[in-house]
């Protein structure tokens, strides 16, 4: 009878429902979850903590992977941005280290993400490099902060250069144009401090010589 097959039809469908709604529950506290390890583990690479970063780095690949695991037959909820969002972070936290700590960049297969997760993780980790240098520049290093400049002068370099739809790079032009400004701020910082780091040699030179030249 059609009325049977009706119920029937409603019931099957509210039960994957059912199933359906616990695991983005699921996947939406692993998610928060990921982010705050992800988080923990920049801070540990601030304070040179390597291998604690790295301990950290481990556990959040595994973590991740727990999340997106029960996901491969419900792509929607991949895709989701909380998903997306703490998956951007591992990323980012993953190239912060190698940026850092000069270890080796992971694939976006070993961190479980699309190409423009990856990227938009990558863009991130690029701003994120303004605050070493900034730490290196209170510090009175200031030619230590270079590197970190290059590196994400490189990368809004070549971020510039990928030209698809947001749709397609899942937003990337944004996150590129917000690195740019931050490139731009830090640059302008570390010139500042250079010349001024130039200028109290040139000084104490001179405060030098004069000690000389009063002997």
Do not use: W
């Amino acid at each position: 009878m059609k009325l049977e097959q009706i119920a029937a039809r409603v019931d099957r469908i509210t039960q994957e429902f059912e199933t359906i709604n616990g695991l983005r529950d699921d996947t939406l506290e692993r998610s928060r979850a990921l982010v705050r390890s992800c988080a923990q583990s920049i801070r540990a690479i601030h304070r040179h903590e390597f291998a604690e970063a790295e301990s950290m780095l481990a556990q959040a690949r595994q973590d991740a992977l727990i999340m997106v695991e029960p996901l491969a037959d419900f792509p929607y909820l991949y895709h989701a941005g909380y998903t997306q969002d703490a998956l951007k972070e591992l990323v980012e936290a993953h190239l912060v280290y190698a940026f850092v700590a000069d270890g080796d960049m992971p694939t976006p297969d070993q961190l479980f993400v699309t190409g423009a997760t990856y990227l938009n993780g990558m863009s991130e980790a690029a701003t994120e490099m303004r605050r070493f240098v900034l730490d290196l520049m209170r510090r009175n290093e200031v030619e230590a902060a270079e590197p970190y400049l290059t590196i994400m002068d490189e990368i809004y370099t070549l971020l510039s250069t990928v030209d698809f739809p947001d749709a397609v790079t899942g937003g990337l032009r944004r996150q590129t144009d917000i690195l740019r400004s931050v490139l731009e701020r830090t640059r302008g910082d570390l010139t500042v401090g250079m010349r001024q780091e130039q200028l109290q040699a040139a000084l104490q030179r001179f405060e030098e010589m004069q000690v000389q030249t009063q002997k």
